[in-house]
């Protein structure tokens, strides 16, 4: 059974553990890995602010979302799947999830930096690219940058 809710402290860990394999499950090698590991930790302090949203399968995380601005336009700024669940529909239960959770918070638009291989989910769910912007972690990488107006 797929239960979603808002993170709490105490799930940080976990959602740090998700969001670096999920990362991890592109094939990216270790070194890259290493460079973006400080993009991928969520703190409790995160997760006290009301602004990630978590799924579970059978009571066990599963996957998350986490949502970043000031409305009217906001930022995506994760959406990690555990990669034991990649494929079975649950990133757009998250993704829906962060909508409906954006447009209750006021928000209109959400800007998504995405990873290349997230690039085409998005899409499929209604964003558009809009142009690139730099990595936050590897000097000279661009990511494709999308929005979704709600």
């Excluded at 990649?86 to 959400?110: P, Q």
């Excluded at 291989?117 to 730099?134: S, V």
């Amino acid at each position: 059974m797929v239960t979603q809710q808002t993170a709490q402290p105490e799930d940080a860990t976990v959602l740090t553990d998700i969001a670096f394999r999920s990362k991890a499950h592109w094939g990216y090698s270790s070194e890259f890995m290493e460079a973006c590991r400080h993009e991928l930790v969520v703190t409790c302090q995160d997760c006290e602010s009301g602004l990630i949203g978590v799924v579970r399968e059978d009571g066990k995380l599963a996957g998350f979302y986490q949502l970043a601005g000031t409305p009217p336009k906001g930022k995506l700024d994760d959406l990690f799947v555990d990669p034991a669940h990649i494929g079975k529909g649950l990133g757009g239960t998250l993704f829906r999830a962060a909508l409906e959770h954006a447009r209750r918070l006021g928000f209109t638009i959400l800007s998504i930096h995405s990873d290349p291989h997230a690039e085409a989910f998005y899409l499929h769910m209604g964003a558009t690219k809009i142009g690139e912007l730099p990595s936050g972690s590897i000097p000279g990488r661009t990511l494709p940058l999308l929005e979704i107006r709600l």
